[in-house]
């Protein structure tokens, strides 16, 4: 470090190390005293090369890995993937499968929204509120586990349908979690909207106004908080959408109380779709057959993740590998928000804004192929391998 | 102006027990359906080689000794295993299974994380060859 | 019932020195034990804060570029030695104070300020930017708290007219709870208390999510446990303040633990009860709000004694 | 707006620059287009409020291997950008090609400033030059990745030989 300040250009960095984020992402912000003047990010801490790894991977090889490239939206991942695939191989899986996706797609959607709560109240300071909301988001983690055997990563989805079926027991527990879960929530929702300290650090915080939204192409609850219905879930349905319709939930404030409200109502519809995905489930196969070479064609599948658009393009070459995969998420798009809007803010505010759009560094990370060691060497993964075996043994 | 609207829910918590698991003194049961250690019947297995084409992490090598016999031996490698359980899927036999009783998996070592499954003679045999070959043992690739 | 000790003994042993630094681990673990029981969660063992201050003392202390060294090593030293030398004019563990003089309350309350004045300074020192900001932040709050929790601490002192903490405990024990008779100024003490111990929801000059860890990010071994200790003991010293004000007073060690103690769950549901507060917020909130009641209740006090004089 | 009548705005919008044109499927319009006209094609999408830029897919097409009884000239290898905007359901694609002799592309973030993200991956990944993009440091890639290596091109495949770099030679012992 260098051993004096310029007291004109004060910066302070955030990240790639830095308590307010889990995960890697290097921010500059340059203050006076305690407003931002100027907002920089740089992203690709964990860059782990998936879209070029696909290239070499078989179809059903690469449903795993893109399952993988978020923790927590795991399961929107391989559900754009496997929509895109059965729609290069024109097939559709069987309307049980579809079903059971958008089951596990709300669940994980609670999952993912009840952690942004939680993290939003810690980026605030309020760390009771924390532990609460990630106490009853064990509800529906346990929901999952038990649907698929696994907390994260679930791996419901198959090429073609899914593996796991849902039985009267399941769904008798799913009910009853869902239960708990709404009456927490409506007391989450009076907290956060009437608490007046919470209320002073998210009321008229980070506001974008409708235009100021749509100009930067914000996706996601963060583009409802603003006013834009802009949901795919339905501007263009799909697995069980089209059977389960949804309410697109808006708020006017733009502020980060505004999203608040929006994901917590999102919580609400997400129950609502759940019971009713539960009592109409359809009854049929799970799966269907997916042939391993897909015929050469170009497929374009949007999801609404928790986060907001996901968006795939696949292109097949008529191999058992894909040509290209691009995987646009939705961090991305919202990141562009962020940098317009801190300047003229205060640093206190900063970790709840960038929380608020809840940013999902993996998401937004996945690009490059070959990892930087601290010895300045480009390596390639064999030569990784070959170390990590060394150091191993 | 509602200041603390969590009074009550500190306040009930106060007599509560706490929530945090206390494992590993205290262990909750796992769901029927969890995805643990990789398990495999040599009785059934035809050689398709299904389960290693698709698995995405390499985990799985099915080493055929005699085709006709149908001897294998299907080499597991529960460190490289991501527990997505596409092999049990492709299986069309039913000779693979995912244990939810096997599941505490870490290790200080490398060794029990290279499993060999089959016939405990194809298994012999298998490491007496890799021991004849004069390799450093069952860890390196033949 | 007050007992005296040998002054010595007082100032190595008990109830200063080493005892006062064991009940200050002591208060930090209820403080956190209870922190987490408001949360539902299970919290540290009961000895988690002297683990911490062991790690840490044990630990190589890294003396970063571009600050003072000399301060840099002094700071921590001093901060902790005003806070074991304030306890001394306090009645700690319901024993008399171990010195006492006329107007030893106006001292006490300086040598309290002096670790927050350190913890600024040593922010300062730095050229960490997490730690200006922190110091920044840390000596706003600073003006900010002090002048209500002067106040506040003034109202029993008027009543009693004394300067004397002694005496004024002497005073609260024999008079009706002051809590009854002066609400506001308990209220202002206590979160006065929050504030200057930097407690949530008061820690922004510490918010981890923002500024790492303020002041002291650039702390490490020897220094950063000498500053936690001072904190702790800072947390006894500021307890048995207000108990011995507003609650009735502190006869002997039963009394001194117990209401201690409960002060001590009333200041934790209050951390896990509200989001923390901005800077402005926090100052706004002290200037505009603390202060004057602190003020309010201050007259009425010199009123009230005034018109009891006449009649 | 339903998907057919948005595509046919867009499809009217952006009749005067289109090379080529198809709907592989029904919510969909590839349309493509000379880089040139690019800038103009999505200023003229801004303006009619046409949806919004949802991602921008690089596609490397290399040259085909040549077989040496094979009298056909070498063709030469494209990168293609996909321009994919996004209204309800409805997918407009705006496909623009460069050859590797000459990869530049004008930069949309005149227009639509968010684009700059989007950019600055194509520039590390393909090697496209977008003409007046406004920042051009390296977004995803590390900051002494080579020049002129490009991960997502099918041309390469990885780096064998550790190559040595010169920014942090103090740490190579270790």
């Known amino acids: 470090m260098e051993a004096k300040v310029v007291p004109q250009k004060f910066i302070v960095p955030i990240g790639p190390q830095h308590p307010a984020l889990k995960e890697p992402g290097h921010f500059e912000f340059t203050v006076e005293g305690e407003v931002i003047?100027?907002?920089?990010?740089?992203?690709?801490?964990?860059?782990?090369?998936?879209?070029?790894?696909?290239?070499?991977?078989?179809?059903?090889?690469?449903?795993?890995?893109?399952?993988?490239?978020?923790?927590?939206?795991?399961?929107?991942?391989?559900?754009?993937?496997v929509l895109g695939v059965e729609a290069l191989a024109e097939v559709t899986a069987p309307p049980r499968a579809q079903a059971i996706r958008t089951l596990v797609c709300e669940l994980e959607r609670i999952h993912s929204h009840m952690l942004w709560l939680g993290v939003a109240a810690h980026e605030g300071g309020f760390d009771t509120l924390f532990m609460y909301s990630w106490r009853d988001r064990e509800t529906v983690m346990d929901l999952l586990e038990g649907l698929s055997g696994n907390r994260v990563n679930y791996s419901v989805n198959v090429l073609g349908g899914v593996k796991i079926d849902v039985d009267e027991k399941q769904a008798a527990s799913i009910r009853k979690g869902i239960d708990f879960l709404k009456e927490?929530?409506?007391?989450?929702?009076?907290?956060?909207?009437?608490?007046?300290?919470?209320?002073?650090?998210?009321?008229?915080?980070?506001?974008?106004?409708?235009?100021?939204?749509?100009?930067?192409?914000?996706?996601?609850?963060?583009?409802r908080a603003s006013g834009i219905p802009r949901d795919v879930r339905s501007d263009a349905p799909y697995a069980a959408y089209p059977q389960f319709p949804i309410n697109?939930?808006?708020?006017?404030?733009?502020?980060?109380?505004?999203?608040?409200?929006?994901?917590?109502?999102?919580?609400?519809?997400?129950?609502?779709?759940?019971?009713?995905?539960?009592?109409?489930?359809?009854?049929?196969?799970?799966?269907?057959?997916?042939?391993?070479?897909?015929?050469?064609?170009?497929?374009?599948?949007?999801?609404?993740?928790?986060?907001?658009?996901?968006?795939?393009?696949?292109?097949?070459?008529?191999?058992?590998?894909?040509?290209?995969?691009?995987?646009?998420?939705?961090?991305?798009?919202n990141w562009a928000t962020v940098m317009n809007f801190a300047v003229g803010l205060k640093l206190a505010d900063m970790p709840m804004i960038l929380a608020g759009i809840d940013p999902c560094f993996s998401c937004s990370d996945r690009t490059v192929v070959i990892n930087r060691t601290n010895q300045s060497q480009v390596w390639s993964w064999e030569d990784l391998r070959q170390y990590g075996i060394k150091y191993y043994r | 102006m509602p200041i603390g609207v969590m009074l009550s829910d500190i306040l009930a918590s106060l007599f509560k027990k706490p929530v945090t698991e206390k494992y590993p003194y205290v262990r909750e049961l796992v769901p029927e359906r969890l995805r643990g250690e990789l398990f495999w019947d040599p009785t059934k297995c035809t050689g398709c080689q299904l389960c290693v084409k698709d698995c995405p992490a390499d985990a799985l090598e099915l080493i055929v000794l005699d085709k006709v016999n149908k001897r294998f031996v299907l080499r597991y490698n529960a460190d490289k295993c991501i527990y997505c359980g596409q092999c049990v899927m492709n299986c069309r036999f039913k000779c693979l299974n995912m244990s939810n009783e096997q599941w505490e998996l870490a290790s200080t070592s490398r060794e029990p994380f290279l499993v060999n499954y089959g016939r405990d003679e194809d298994v012999q045999f298998l490491l007496d060859r890799a021991a004849k070959a004069g390799s450093e043992g069952p860890c390196e690739k033949p | 019932m007050n007992l005296t000790i040998p002054p010595l003994i007082a100032l190595l042993f008990f109830p200063g020195g080493i005892f006062l630094l064991g009940s200050g681990l002591l208060y930090e673990y209820v403080d956190r034990k209870l922190v987490a029981q408001f949360q539902n969660r299970i919290g540290p063992r009961w000895f988690q804060p002297l683990a911490d201050i062991l790690k840490l003392l044990a630990k190589e202390e890294v003396t970063p570029e571009g600050v003072n060294p000399q301060l840099f090593v002094a700071l921590p030293v001093v901060a902790l030695a005003a806070a074991l030398t304030a306890a001394l004019y306090v009645p700690m563990f319901g024993f008399q104070a171990t010195f006492t003089f006329r107007g030893?309350?106006?001292?006490?309350?300086?040598?309290?300020?002096?670790?927050?004045?350190?913890?600024?300074?040593?922010?300062?020192?730095?050229?960490?930017?997490?730690?200006?900001?922190?110091?920044?932040?840390?000596?706003?709050?600073?003006?900010?708290?002090?002048?209500?929790?002067?106040?506040?601490?003034?109202?029993?002192?008027?009543?009693?007219?004394?300067?004397?903490?002694g005496d004024i405990n002497q005073y609260a024990m024999t008079h009706t709870w002051l809590i009854v008779t002066q609400p506001i100024g308990f209220i202002v003490a206590v979160i006065g208390l929050m504030g200057k111990l930097e407690l949530p929801p008061f820690d922004a000059p510490e918010a981890e999510t923002e500024i790492v860890s303020g002041a002291?990010?650039?702390?490490?071994?020897?220094?950063?446990?000498?500053?936690?200790?001072?904190?702790?003991?800072?947390?006894?010293?500021?307890?048995?303040?207000?108990?011995?004000?507003?609650?009735?007073?502190?006869?002997?060690?039963?009394?001194?633990?117990?209401?201690?103690?409960?002060?001590?769950?009333?200041?934790?549901?209050?951390?896990?009860?509200?989001?923390?507060?901005?800077?402005?917020?926090?100052?706004?909130?002290?200037?505009?709000?603390?202060?004057?009641?602190?003020?309010?209740?201050?007259?009425?006090?010199?009123?009230?004694?005034?018109?009891?004089?006449?009649? | 707006m339903d998907i057919t009548e948005s595509l046919q705005t867009a499809q009217d919008?952006?009749?005067?620059?289109?090379?080529?044109?198809?709907?592989?499927?029904?919510?969909?319009?590839?349309?493509?287009?000379?880089?040139?006209?690019?800038?103009?094609?999505?200023?003229?999408?801004?303006?009619?409020?046409?949806?919004?830029?949802?991602?921008?897919?690089?596609?490397?097409?290399?040259?085909?291997?040549?077989?040496?009884?094979?009298?056909?000239?070498?063709?030469?290898?494209?990168?293609?950008?996909?321009?994919?905007?996004?209204?309800?359901?409805?997918?407009?694609?705006?496909?623009?090609?460069?050859?590797?002799?000459?990869?530049?592309?004008?930069?949309?973030?005149?227009?639509?400033?968010?684009?700059?993200?989007?950019?600055?991956?194509?520039?590390?990944?393909?090697?496209?030059?977008?003409?007046?993009?406004?920042?051009?440091?390296?977004?995803?890639?590390?900051?002494?990745?080579?020049?002129?290596?490009?991960?997502?091109?099918?041309?390469?495949?990885?780096?064998?030989?550790?190559?040595?770099?010169p920014t942090n030679p103090g740490l190579k012992s270790a």
């Open chain 1, 184 to 223: 927490r929530t409506t007391y989450y929702m009076k907290v956060v909207t009437t608490d007046e300290t919470f209320l002073g650090r998210t009321r008229d915080v980070g506001t974008m106004s409708y235009d100021q939204a749509d100009a930067l192409a914000a996706v996601g609850p963060t583009a």
């Open chain 4, 13 to 165: 919008l952006l009749n005067q620059w289109t090379s080529g044109m198809s709907t592989p499927d029904i919510s969909r319009l590839d349309v493509t287009l000379a880089p040139k006209d690019l800038k103009p094609a999505v200023r003229i999408l801004q303006k009619a409020h046409w949806g919004y830029l949802s991602a921008i897919t690089g596609l490397d097409h290399p040259p085909l291997p040549v077989l040496p009884d094979d009298k056909q000239l070498a063709k030469e290898g494209t990168v293609e950008m996909l321009y994919h905007f996004c209204e309800g359901a409805a997918i407009l694609t705006l496909r623009v090609s460069v050859p590797y002799s000459r990869p530049v592309i004008p930069s949309i973030c005149e227009i639509l400033p968010y684009a700059s993200l989007y950019e600055r991956e194509g520039i590390e990944m393909f090697g496209v030059t977008f003409r007046g993009t406004p920042n051009t440091e390296h977004f995803v890639l590390p900051e002494d990745w080579p020049n002129g290596v490009y991960p997502l091109r099918k041309s390469f495949t990885g780096f064998n030989k550790p190559a040595q770099s």
């Open chain 1, 37 to 81: 003047t100027g907002a920089t990010v740089r992203l690709g801490y964990v860059h782990r090369g998936i879209e070029k790894s696909t290239e070499d991977r078989n179809w059903v090889q690469n449903l795993y890995l893109l399952e993988r490239i978020c923790g927590i939206c795991s399961h929107i991942h391989a559900t754009a993937y």
């Open chain 1, 248 to 333: 697109v939930i808006t708020a006017k404030g733009g502020d980060l109380a505004a999203r608040f409200v929006v994901r917590i109502n999102e919580l609400f519809e997400s129950y609502r779709l759940i019971h009713e995905i539960l009592d109409k489930l359809p009854v049929g196969e799970l799966t269907t057959r997916v042939p391993r070479r897909i015929p050469e064609n170009e497929v374009i599948s949007r999801v609404e993740a928790p986060r907001g658009e996901l968006f795939y393009y696949l292109k097949s070459n008529g191999s058992e590998k894909p040509e290209r995969i691009k995987v646009r998420t939705p961090s991305i798009c």
């Open chain 3, 104 to 165: 030893d309350l106006v001292v006490t309350l300086y040598l309290l300020s002096m670790m927050t004045l350190c913890i600024g300074l040593a922010g300062a020192n730095s050229i960490d930017r997490f730690s200006i900001i922190g110091a920044t932040r840390t000596l706003t709050q600073l003006f900010s708290y002090e002048a209500p929790f002067l106040l506040a601490l003034l109202g029993p002192a008027i009543v009693a007219s004394t300067w004397q903490i």
């Open chain 3, 216 to 311: 002291l990010t650039e702390y490490s071994g020897r220094g950063l446990a000498l500053f936690r200790i001072g904190k702790d003991v800072e947390l006894v010293i500021g307890l048995t303040l207000v108990v011995a004000f507003y609650l009735g007073g502190l006869g002997n060690p039963w009394v001194f633990l117990l209401k201690t103690l409960v002060l001590l769950l009333i200041t934790a549901g209050l951390q896990s009860l509200f989001a923390r507060l901005r800077i402005d917020q926090t100052v706004g909130m002290w200037w505009r709000i603390g202060a004057l009641v602190a003020l309010v209740q201050l007259l009425a006090v010199i009123i009230g004694l005034f018109i009891g004089r006449i009649f």
